[in-house]
């Protein structure tokens, strides 16, 4: 089993942007679709979006389509989630997480009975106004 490691969180002021980055170790990266999501303080998980194992296709959640584009480089074993524009509301912790198969990333926020094979321990982004 994989394990997670997110980078690339901090504080940046609005307008600004950052490059998020989940590195994986200990397992085959390319056998797992990633995603990637984010808790804001007080609020529940939810999904950003997740990419297959090839990094063929993407999905993307529809509060937050067209502002975010996650790309994988399986030879470095790594996910990413640039994120431009930085807003207030975006202020969260970051986490990816992995499973074999991309319709669980899709559906374990709002399904309780379903869980991940591998959470990140998350990366913090705030974003001051």
């Known amino acids: 089993q994989v394990q997670l490691v997110e980078s690339g969180g901090g504080l940046v002021q609005a307008g600004g942007s950052l490059r998020l980055s989940c590195t994986a170790s200990?397992?085959?990266?390319?056998?797992?679709?990633m995603g990637w999501f984010r808790q804001a303080p007080g609020k529940e998980r939810e999904l950003i979006g997740a990419i297959t194992k090839s990094g063929g296709s993407t999905y993307y959640a529809d509060s937050v389509k067209d502002r975010f584009t996650i790309s994988r480089d399986n030879a470095k074993n790594t996910v990413y989630l640039p994120i431009y524009s930085l807003k207030p509301e975006d202020t969260a912790v970051y986490y990816c997480?992995?499973?074999?198969?991309?319709?669980?990333?899709?559906?374990?926020?709002?399904?309780?009975?379903?869980?991940?094979?591998?959470w990140g321990q998350g990366t913090r982004v705030t974003v001051s106004s």
């Open positions: 997480g992995a499973d074999p198969i991309l319709h669980t990333l899709v559906v374990v926020t709002t399904d309780k009975d379903k869980d991940l094979d591998v």
């Open positions: 200990g397992g085959a990266f390319s056998t797992y679709a």
